[in-house]
């Protein structure tokens, strides 16, 4: 069972920039695609970038060229660089497997300040 484990987030002005690590527990995470997610506060879990197990992108439309996501499968984590934040990027980020969802772990905060 994979256990995954998000930090790195914190406070910031907004045109500022954090990065995200998800540590991920268990074999074989070079096997699998990860994504990372959203929850702002009042609204639903969103996708934000997800990156394939052969290092494929994608990101969703307001994240794109702001965002940039890596993994490192050595040390079976991966990673949301975050640059030029704007308000509306806070949220609690999440990363997962994608498509398919594991467990949640506890998430990370980002809260951008205008």
């Known amino acids: 069972q994979v256990q995954l484990v998000e930090s790195g987030g914190g406070l910031v002005q907004a045109g500022g920039s954090l990065r995200l690590s998800c540590a991920a527990s268990g074999r074989a995470f070079s096997t699998y695609d990860m994504g990372w997610y959203r929850q702002a506060p009042g609204k639903g879990r969103e996708f934000v970038a997800t990156?394939?197990?052969?290092?494929?992108?994608y990101y969703e439309d307001s994240v794109k060229g702001r965002f940039t996501i890596s993994r490192d499968n050595a040390k079976n984590t991966v990673y949301l660089q975050m640059n030029s934040l704007k308000p509306e990027d806070t949220a609690i980020y999440y990363c997962?497997?994608?498509?398919?969802?594991?467990?949640w772990g506890q998430g990370t905060q980002v809260i951008v300040s205008s």
């Open positions: 990156i394939s197990w052969y290092n494929s992108t």
């Open positions: 997962n497997k994608y498509p398919n969802l594991v467990a």
